[in-house]
């Protein structure tokens, strides 16, 4: 598993492989020592030696497993990169990214609408290590190069924005950020590498939470930092090994699992989407929807431009935080609960769930009002979707 390609092979056998065939057979390879189809879930510690410094390249499970392998195999496949190395959760890969990346006396510029526990993480812990941090509207590129310094090493950018749906032009931004010598990191978590693929924009480092489409089954937490340079990959590995919130074997075979549908997910995913956005912007109870499939979304051509879809994620307005109430209450096909990506149709409350650490004062900085749901639809019949918001939406 996870071995290199021979180099033979006619020409069509050379041809790169399709996102699909990526998802199902990229690092997935059958085990070679038993034929077993699905890659297997290698449950160990540590790993026998033959004699003092021979071995298989497994030596601990921290350093390294071979579930591990073929998961970091197959995501960097997919988003393009030449590394990709797992973590414990998305915010442990956040952790990873500071840790290698920054010092003390660097400054990190982080989008100011992103998930709600990486500024909480950034301002609550890296800032007490003397890292300093810049809040901006990275959608607005003036912005962006005027909070640029002289010690600024990373830009991180989140792209559709939670829960606003705001999108930053991943280009600009990457010129941005290299002219003034720092790096790029891009939360690919909402879109997955099915519709936007950040590094081949110019992003330096992709993260995910591969808790939500990745896996797309919400039953395992989980993040990873895809890269392509060579100095990214070595740091990334050696933090694994160092500071050790790794993602254990049995949650990689978990994401192994999910993203051999990633495609088909990602389809149906978008195609509900478009369904839900569309009947909620009709119903006369809903005040607005967040949404970049519509044409009169203020960056719809970016979206065209950079996305292959929309996705399912969609906020929309329903006008006071006791009519999101009456309405939450009321739903059954969809799942009251935190989280995004699953097949299943996942809807939130962002004001008190994802972005509660934000405070009052910073959601309203950022135009998040107590009335905004946001939904994550999933791949259910999307008819018994829109019944089910139907009925809910009546309790207003
Ligand atoms: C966009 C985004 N990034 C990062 C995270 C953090 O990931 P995790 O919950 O796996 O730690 C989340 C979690 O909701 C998220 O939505």
Redesign the pocket.
């Given at each position: 598993m996870a071995k290199k390609k021979s180099s033979g092979g006619s020409k069509r056998t050379e041809k790169k492989i399709g996102f699909s065939t990526t998802c199902i057979h990229t690092g997935q390879e059958p085990d070679p020592s038993t034929g077993a189809v699905v890659v297997p879930i290698f449950a160990t510690s540590t790993y026998v030696q033959e004699e003092l410094g021979k071995n298989k390249g497994y030596e601990y499970a921290r350093v390294s497993n071979p579930t591990r392998t073929c998961l970091e195999t197959n995501l960097a496949a997919l988003e393009g990169g030449t590394s990709a190395h797992v973590f414990a959760?998305?915010?442990a890969a956040v952790t990873a990214v500071t840790q290698c990346f920054l010092k003390q006396g660097d400054h990190l510029i982080c989008g100011h609408n992103v998930?709600g526990?990486?500024p909480r993480y950034f301002n609550q812990v890296m800032a007490n290590y003397g890292v300093e941090f810049s809040y901006v509207d990275t959608s607005d590129l003036d912005a962006v190069k005027k909070a640029m310094r002289r010690n600024t090493r990373i830009l991180w950018v989140?792209t559709p924005t939670?829960p606003l749906m705001v999108l930053t032009d991943i280009k600009e931004v990457a010129r941005i950020a290299h002219d003034g010598g720092a790096e790029l990191v891009v939360?690919n978590?909402?879109m997955s590498p099915y519709f936007q693929r950040p590094l081949a924009l110019g992003a330096d480092m992709v993260m995910h939470?591969t808790?939500?489409f990745l896996n797309g089954h919400s039953d395992g937490?989980?993040?990873v930092i895809a890269a392509t340079k060579p100095i990214h990959a070595e740091k990334l590995a050696f933090m694994q090994k160092t500071s050790g919130a790794i993602l254990s074997p049995f949650e990689c075979w978990l994401v192994l699992r999910g993203v051999k549908s990633l495609a088909v997910r990602m389809v149906k995913h978008d195609e509900n989407g478009r369904e839900v956005a569309e009947y909620l912007r009709g119903h006369r109870k809903v005040k607005q929807v967040l949404y970049p499939g519509f044409s009169d979304h203020p960056q719809h051509a970016l979206a065209k431009k950079q996305m292959t879809g929309f996705g399912s994620m969609i906020t929309f307005e329903t006008g006071s935080l006791s009519n999101a109430k009456k309405m939450l209450a009321k739903v059954r096909v969809c799942t009251l609960a935190e989280?995004?990506g699953g097949v299943e149709t996942l809807i939130s409350h962002p004001a008190t769930m994802?972005h509660a650490a934000l405070g009052e004062k910073g959601r309203k900085q950022i135009g998040l009002t107590d009335g905004m749901v946001r939904i994550s639809v999933g791949i259910e019949d999307v008819d018994d979707l829109l019944a089910d918001l139907d009925q809910a939406l009546a309790a207003i």
């Open positions: 959760s998305g915010m998930y526990g990486v989140e939670n939360d978590t909402f939470s808790t939500k937490l989980g993040g989280s995004l994802t």
